[in-house]
């Protein structure tokens, strides 16, 4: 299966999870591409309450992937505004498989990361896709390192062939 994975980090640490669900959904024999979201002008914050008045400058032609992964921080409670301005642009969705993902640095889901994955798969499913249960990953108070990896092994068992 060819999946893309599309992520937005700022910090580093949602672009360390999407590396390792690259290497273990390759491990189990998917072609993955990784794509880091850039913008035409920089975020280094905000919220989606707000009017987003930036674009997402490389999302890549998605009719190309089987299935993706999306991602990346929570941000006042949800999606990093990268994130999801670039699910705004998405298409092609139709019947897609998507996996919705997250980090945050509040050591309860429900401190955003609960949140985030709700409106990722809310405006994912308007787009058309077959949306999967999200991945949320916590930092504070964590072994995160292990989150990380079990995160990883959790996306590789949602794409099983």
């Keep these: 299966m060819k999946i893309g994975i599309i992520y937005h980090s700022l910090s580093g640490q949602t672009k360390k999870l999407a590396n390792l669900m690259q290497t273990e959904l390759t491990r189990n024999g998917h072609e993955i591409s990784l794509v880091e979201l850039q913008t035409d002008v920089p975020q280094k914050g ?69 949140g985030c994955i709700k409106h990722m798969s809310t405006a994912l499913k308007q787009k058309g896709a077959d949306v999967l249960p999200g991945i949320i990953v916590p930092k504070m108070f964590h072994n995160f390192n292990l989150l990380l990896t079990q995160a990883a092994l959790q996306s590789s068992a949602d794409f099983k062939n």
């Design 46 to 114: 905000g919220s989606i309450r707000q009017q987003l008045n930036f674009q997402v400058t490389n999302l890549p032609d998605l009719s190309q992937f089987d299935a993706l992964c999306v991602g990346g921080p929570v941000w006042a409670f949800g999606p990093s505004t990268v994130t999801f301005k670039a699910i705004q642009q998405m298409t092609d969705l139709k019947g897609k498989k998507v996996l919705p993902f997250c980090t945050m640095g509040f050591p309860l889901k429900g401190m955003g990361g609960n």
